[in-house]
């Protein structure tokens, strides 16, 4: 496991340093390091929140609507465990900032992300949902179109 105690600005730079040549050189911003068909799964998601995305135009309308209820300010404390899989990789890292109701919002994330040909094509993100909550009071993220399925 290797850590990095550096902050990043935000989720594409902590993605750039822990999945490194497993993504292709050219990928800038967090959309550019999806595939067209990734699956992003949120298994602790609460009731309501959206626990699975299918493909990256569903996940680009999720982010559209993200910053209404959560504003993260920095990530730090990135852990990097390499999987048998070189295609895979445990991502472990800390965010603060504030969500909707004022609250600080400071989570903590595992996240399991597997890449094929540069690109993500899965993420499953694990997070403490009783943050998120207070964070968010009673609002869940209500993004437009399909590709979405709900706890």
Known sequence: MTT?????????????????????????????????????????????FIARIDGRDALERYLMVL????????????????????????????????????????QKWISVIETRDGKIVYYADYWDPRITLAATGDAVPQPEGEGFTRA
């Open 4 to 48: 990095q105690q550096t902050r990043f600005e935000g989720l594409a730079d902590i993605l750039r340093e822990g999945l490194g040549a497993r993504l292709a050189p050219g990928a800038e911003g967090f959309l550019d390091m999806i595939a067209e068909d990734c699956v992003f799964e949120a298994p602790y998601a609460p009731p309501g």
């Open 67 to 106: 910053p209404d209820l959560i504003r993260i300010d920095d990530f730090f404390d990135l852990r990097i465990s390499e999987m048998a899989d070189p295609n895979k990789v445990v991502l472990e890292f800390r965010g603060s900032g504030e969500g909707r109701t004022g609250a600080s919002y400071d």
